[in-house]
């Protein structure tokens, strides 16, 4: 038996260290709304702890408020959210899925882990979203094949919009169902002020600690079809049959959100709207500042909504600017500033050599000439001024 009095008590390691945007700015640092402590205790008390009860219902009953979804399912990620999507739309091995190449792995990773094969599309010049042209010549060669995808995965890139409507509407002519990859999207809305992913049947969005509103780790499920919704909570909480005894017609996952996590999440939440207006301005700042040097752009925001502006993306043309994306994220990086370059797509990785994939010209572009900049919501003008300067130092005179 190991003397359990030997082990220190938690609280001789505290303080734990401070997280580096105490020291340096960050791309996207969490920013506390100020009532998580209060709705942690809440939580706490309400002796609820596991992935059931009142807060993570209180947190889903209010993400679909604000979102206008119909129903909601709080995960443990974004990522556990597509997974529980490509399970519900049936996806299974040798199966197509269609994803944009310019986004972050997650969105096909667990599609690809059921063995599925992605297949991999340009995005426009218009917002960077998933080319819809493309999209239906590419179904049409595919319907020709006798090979339609299992799924299509349109991805607002960086918390703008996909256009949504278009693709959905060149998918219902083939029957292919839309899953709308919104994992960055909290808060950004298409005309007429419907929420990010309504529309697809099946949207996911992100709570991780980057994103704009966090529960330190954490997702969702949304859907206007409850029964779909209803279907992912039976999975996500192991596929139990509701009897006494364990009884399982399926396998599912442990996916559902902690009570504590919902309670931060739901403090959180009351913040957004805020925080898609400080993004936007730190947006309309850099733009400012910065939109007339010759060889810089920024990605622009096409008509068919308004963009949370998670995080705001330069572009560089090394020729007319003076110096690559490249040479700005080491001045940035000295200047104590970070920064990274834009997605890298998904059929330049190594990890899918092998798939098939349409053009990505404008992904690669963008990949080549695109530096992602700080864009917190708890930026102040005087940091953003930092990185302003910093920028604008490697520009050529
Ligand atoms: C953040 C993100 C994800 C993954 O979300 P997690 O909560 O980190 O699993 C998936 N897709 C995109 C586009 C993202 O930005």
Redesign the pocket.
């Known amino acids: 038996m190991l003397p359990l009095q030997a082990v220190p008590p938690a609280a001789a390691i505290l303080p734990f260290p401070r997280h580096p945007s105490a020291a340096r700015l960050m791309l996207s640092p969490p920013d506390l709304a100020g009532g998580e402590l209060d709705s942690l205790r809440m939580a706490l008390d309400s002796g609820w702890l596991a992935p059931a009860g009142p807060t993570p219902a209180a947190f889903e009953a209010e993400l679909a408020a604000r979102t206008g979804f119909a129903a909601t399912l709080a995960t443990t ?3 556990a959210a ?1 997974h529980l999507a490509y399970r519900l739309l049936g996806v299974t091995r040798g199966d197509e899925v269609w994803a944009p190449s310019l ?2 792995i ?2 096909v990773a667990p599609a690809v882990q059921m063995g599925a094969v992605p297949r991999f599309l340009d995005v426009t010049p218009q917002g960077f979203t998933l080319d819809p042209g493309m999209l239906r010549d590419e179904l049409v060669r595919a319907a020709r094949r006798g090979r339609l995808p299992r799924v299509v995965v349109p ?1 607002d890139l960086y918390g703008q919009c996909s256009d949504l409507d278009t693709i959905v509407a060149i998918c219902d002519r083939w029957g292919v169902p839309v899953l709308s ?1 919104s ?2 999207a909290m808060g950004a809305v298409h005309r007429g002020g419907r929420h990010a992913g309504r529309g697809a049947r099946l949207a996911a969005f ?3 600690g980057n ?1 704009i509103v966090t529960t330190g780790g954490g ?1 969702a499920l949304a859907s206007d079809d409850p029964a779909l919704i209803d279907r992912a909570r039976h999975l996500a909480g192991q596929a139990k049959e509701p009897w006494p005894h364990y009884e399982h017609e399926t396998t599912g996952y442990a996916y559902g959100l902690s009570s504590l996590l919902a309670a931060v999440g739901l403090a959180q939440l009351p913040a957004l709207e805020a925080r898609v207006q400080r993004r936007r301005a730190v947006f309309a700042r850099y733009a400012a500042a910065l939109g007339d040097l010759p060889g810089l752009s920024f990605i622009p925001e096409p008509g068919w909504g308004r963009a949370n502006r998670w995080l705001s993306v330069a572009r560089f043309d090394p020729q007319a600017f003076g110096a690559d994306r490249e040479a700005v994220r080491r001045a940035l990086d000295a200047a104590g500033v970070e920064s990274r370059p834009a997605w890298k797509p998904l059929h330049l990785q190594p990890a899918f050599r092998d798939a098939p994939r349409s053009s990505g010209a404008m992904a690669a572009g963008l990949f080549e000439q695109g530096l992602c900049l700080p864009s917190g919501s708890g930026m102040t003008e005087a940091e953003q001024a930092r990185v302003i300067e910093a920028i604008a130092s490697c520009a050529r005179r």
Do not use: E
């Open positions: 990620s974004g990522t597509l986004t972050f997650a969105t991805v990859d994992a960055a992100s709570f991780n994103k997702g």
